[in-house]
């Protein structure tokens, strides 16, 4: 069975302070991680996904398998990071990846001025 | 349309009363997701449409959710005999096709009195 955690339901951090929200993940493939972010009265969208290796917003995410971790980290948060972000894994056991996800909790990101 | 759209946005059910949620997916997109979130959780895993096909309904609770997707384009998703427990926001997502991001739609909150 596939398992997202996210330790952390809420986080507050000041302005200009490095962020982290954790994750961590059980999954017995080769799994593909992503983070969603929702911004208050908006929809759930993608942040980033492992793969990509990409940074948005100033948001990056290594995939460390040997910990079965994909942490969040941006050096230094601003106030309109403030938001609900959601780990999330895809599997692709028996070969076979079409986008399902499984989801973590969700932590509360919030950026004091 | 500019993003999924989903229907109604907000719905009061009484127990026991038969409720529908309807989803729009952005046009061409081929793959279709149901999720369930309940308040404080992340988002829960229904089903899953490749155009028309139901290909996955693993995460369908009971018997009495129902989801269809006729022509490949709107999705349905029925609820029969509404009990307490089905409160939650249902999430339509889609995308162009396996592998490939996912857009989530607003949801809709169904409250069950």
């Known amino acids: 069975a596939q398992r997202v955690t996210q330790p952390e339901k809420l986080l507050s951090v000041f302005k200009g302070a490095p962020v982290e929200l954790k994750c961590n993940y059980s999954y017995s493939g080769s799994p593909e991680l992503f983070w969603y972010v929702q911004y208050s009265r908006q929809r759930l969208q993608l942040l980033l996904r492992h793969i990509s290796r990409e940074s948005i917003k100033g948001f990056t995410a290594d995939l460390n398998k040997g910990e079965t971790s994909f942490h969040l980290k941006k050096p230094f948060a601003q106030e309109e990071d403030s938001a609900m972000y959601y780990c999330a894994l895809s599997g692709n056991a028996g070969g076979t990846s079409y986008g399902k996800l499984t989801f973590g909790q969700g932590t509360i990101l919030t950026v004091h001025p | 349309g500019a993003g999924v759209s989903q229907s109604p946005r907000y719905k009061v059910a009484k127990r026991g009363q038969d409720v529908a949620l309807r989803c729009d997916p952005i046009?061409?997109?081929?793959?279709l997701f149901w999720y369930q979130q309940a308040l404080g959780q992340g988002p829960e895993f229904l089903t899953y449409?490749?155009?028309?096909?139901?290909?996955?309904k693993s995460g369908l609770p009971s018997d009495r959710f129902f989801a269809e997707r006729p022509e490949g384009s709107v999705s349905t998703l029925k609820i029969q005999r509404t009990q307490q427990e089905d409160s939650a926001v249902y999430l339509c997502a889609s995308s162009w096709t396996d592998g490939n991001t996912i857009y989530f739609g607003e949801g809709s909150w169904l409250t069950v009195v």
């Open positions: 046009s061409g997109h081929v793959s």
């Open positions: 449409f490749q155009n028309e096909a139901q290909l996955d």
